[in-house]
C-alpha cells in the first residue's frame, strides 16, 4: 500500500511539471519582424538590452509589462530574473548611456496596441489576450 502511494505522488508530480512546463505567455512582434520564432537566449539577450537585432528578422524594441502573471512567468520561465534584477540590468544600461528604459504597459491590452503600431516592437501577453494586430513568435 506504501508502494502504491508512493508511485501515485510521483505520477501526480510528474503531470504538474509536465503542465507548468508548457508556458501560458505568447511572445509578440510587430508584423514588420520578419523573423518567425526566437531562442531563448536571443530572446533574453533582447529583454536585457544586451541586443537590439534578432538573427532572422533586423531591429527589435522591447517592451514589458509592470506586473501580473504574465510577466512574472516570462522573467522566471523565459529569461530567468527577477523583476529586481532585470530593472537593475536596464538602470545600468541607462545611467551607463547605452540604452534607454523600455516602454512598459501596466495592461497586456496597452501592450498589444503598442506592439501593434509600432514597427520592431516585441512584447509577451498571456496566451488568452486578445492579439489582433500581431505576429506571434515561437520560442524554441
Request: aromatic fraction near 4%; proline fraction near 5%; charge should be positive.
Amino acid at each position: 500500500m506504501k508502494k502504491l502511494s508512493s508511485i501515485i505522488l510521483f505520477a501526480i508530480a510528474v503531470s504538474l511539471s509536465v503542465v507548468r512546463a508548457q508556458s501560458q505567455v505568447l511572445v509578440i512582434v510587430n508584423p514588420s519582424v520578419q523573423a518567425d520564432s526566437i531562442s531563448k537566449a536571443e530572446l533574453r539577450e533582447v529583454f536585457t538590452g544586451a541586443a537590439t537585432r534578432l538573427k532572422e528578422g533586423g531591429r527589435v524594441v522591447p517592451a514589458l509589462l509592470k506586473e501580473g502573471p504574465a510577466h512574472s512567468e516570462f522573467l522566471s520561465t523565459d529569461l530567468g530574473e527577477s523583476p529586481v534584477a532585470l530593472l537593475l540590468c536596464w538602470r545600468g544600461l541607462v545611467l551607463s548611456g547605452q540604452a534607454t528604459m523600455p516602454k512598459s504597459f501596466d495592461s497586456e491590452s496597452a501592450m498589444v496596441e503598442y506592439v501593434a503600431h509600432t514597427p520592431g516592437a516585441i512584447g509577451y501577453i498571456a496566451k488568452a489576450t486578445p492579439h489582433d494586430g500581431v505576429k506571434v513568435l515561437t520560442v524554441r
